[in-house]
């Protein structure tokens, strides 16, 4: 018997339908019933929060700061942190434990996820010393000096 292309390519689609489903063979006859599945709620996809980028942007910052916060503990590099007017300033952070993260004098403030790096960017143009500090654990991170 001879196939056409088109029969020939339905057989080879029926195939592979057939084993990619796991077994090409119909299984042999049971004397146990087959249990019907229980339907399930279907699940939906988590999307990734907008307010958390999953790859950082490029930034043009003229002052960045790393902060980590772990066990308790913060970590910067530095207590005091150094910037002039004008200056575009770039916080990057990551907590173990939910939190926030806010800059005094500027209000700005970054939301914490335990885990998720986040970062906050914002421009001086006031002189002065500013506080950053979590608000749920009351640490100081650091010091910034705007002169």
């Known amino acids: 018997m001879r196939l056409s292309f ?10 592979l339908a057939l084993t990619s489903c796991g077994n090409a063979e119909t299984p042999a006859a049971s004397s146990t019933p087959t249990p019907t599945p229980t339907p399930s709620a279907p699940t939906t996809p988590t999307a990734t929060p907008s307010a958390v980028p999953t ?3 490029a930034s043009t910052a003229d002052v960045t700061v790393d902060v980590s916060i772990a066990g308790g503990k913060v970590s910067t590099g530095s207590a005091v942190v150094k910037a002039k007017p004008g200056q575009t300033v770039r916080i990057n952070a990551v907590s173990d434990v939910a939190d926030s ?5 500027y209000d700005k403030t970054l939301d914490l ?6 970062s906050v960017e914002f421009a ?24």
């Open 6 to 15: 088109r029969g020939f390519a339905a057989a080879c689609l029926f195939a």
């Open 55 to 57: 790859k950082t942007p």
């Open 101 to 105: 993260l806010h800059v005094h004098g």
């Open 113 to 118: 996820k335990p885990g998720k790096p986040g």
């Open 124 to 147: 001086t143009s006031t002189k002065g010393i500013f506080e950053v500090e979590t608000h749920e654990t009351g640490k100081l991170v650091f010091k910034l000096q705007v002169s």
